[in-house]
């Protein structure tokens, strides 16, 4: 199988999540491996936001492991955690409402210290054209597919090591679903590691390496 030379990217060992006394999330284990896209699919509920939180920091997972690289990273914050490579595309996009496209994207690379930002700036540019058109454009300006757009923009303007998107079809009219989706698969075959948060079992699974189903938080 594809991933059974590949390193071991982000391995996620028995973590467990609550809010409050009510478990969202109640134990699960899944590896992501270098190159691969690997898809969280379940419904509505079934704990996959959750997950995010937890790999990105914004939630503490109770219990349970994660590494990344093999290193332990449970307990870190957000911003250690996004300066490491693990950022997120969140669902409902996130987008800085007055600031321009332009702006939004360098947000994303508000962690970053090396030189090359526009270089990675013109990349985002070539896979979303219509951001470069309308680069002056107010964030909270842009249509929902736009927003998408943008949002994915801007976190790979954060060099991810792990690109984590939540639901990224959701609200979309059809034809943007297939834009996003295939920007997606473009991202990855780009050597962007992927994983993928999807209601939209299908699509999901016509683009994954491998696939993990969520059901009540297990
Ligand atoms: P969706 O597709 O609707 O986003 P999901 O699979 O991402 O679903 P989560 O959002 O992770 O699911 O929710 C998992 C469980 O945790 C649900 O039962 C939800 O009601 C609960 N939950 C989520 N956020 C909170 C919160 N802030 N406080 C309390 N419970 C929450």
Redesign the pocket.
């Given at each position: 199988m594809k991933h059974d030379n590949a390193a071991v990217l982000l391995s996620v060992h028995d973590v467990k999540v609550a809010?409050?006394g009510?478990q969202?999330?109640k134990g699960i284990s899944f590896e992501v491996h270098a190159g691969e896209l690997v898809s969280l699919i379940?419904?509505?509920?079934?704990?996959?936001?959750?997950?995010l939180k937890a790999l990105t920091g914004l939630l503490t997972a109770g219990s349970g492991d994660i590494r990344l690289h093999g290193v332990s990273i449970r307990g870190q914050g957000a911003w250690d955690l996004a300066r490491q490579g693990l950022v997120m595309v969140p669902?409902g996009r996130g987008i800085f409402a007055r600031m321009t496209i332009t702006e939004n994207l360098l947000m994303g690379a508000f962690t970053r210290r090396d030189d090359e930002v526009e270089v990675d700036m013109e990349r985002v540019f070539g896979l979303f054209p219509r951001l470069k058109e309308r680069c002056s454009q107010l964030g909270g300006t842009l249509s929902g597919g736009e927003q998408q757009m943008l949002a994915i923009g801007r976190a790979l303007m954060a060099r991810p090591q792990v690109l984590l998107l939540?639901?990224p079809s959701m609200g979309l009219a059809p034809l943007m679903v297939d834009k996003i989706f295939e920007v997606v698969a473009d991202i990855h075959r780009q050597g962007v590691t992927v994983l993928l948060?999807e209601?939209n079992a299908r699509r999901a699974l016509q683009l994954a390496s491998r696939a993990y189903v969520?059901e009540s938080?297990e």
């Open positions: 809010y409050g009510i969202a999330v379940g419904a509505n509920g079934a704990g996959k936001t959750t997950t669902e939540d639901e948060v209601q969520m938080g």
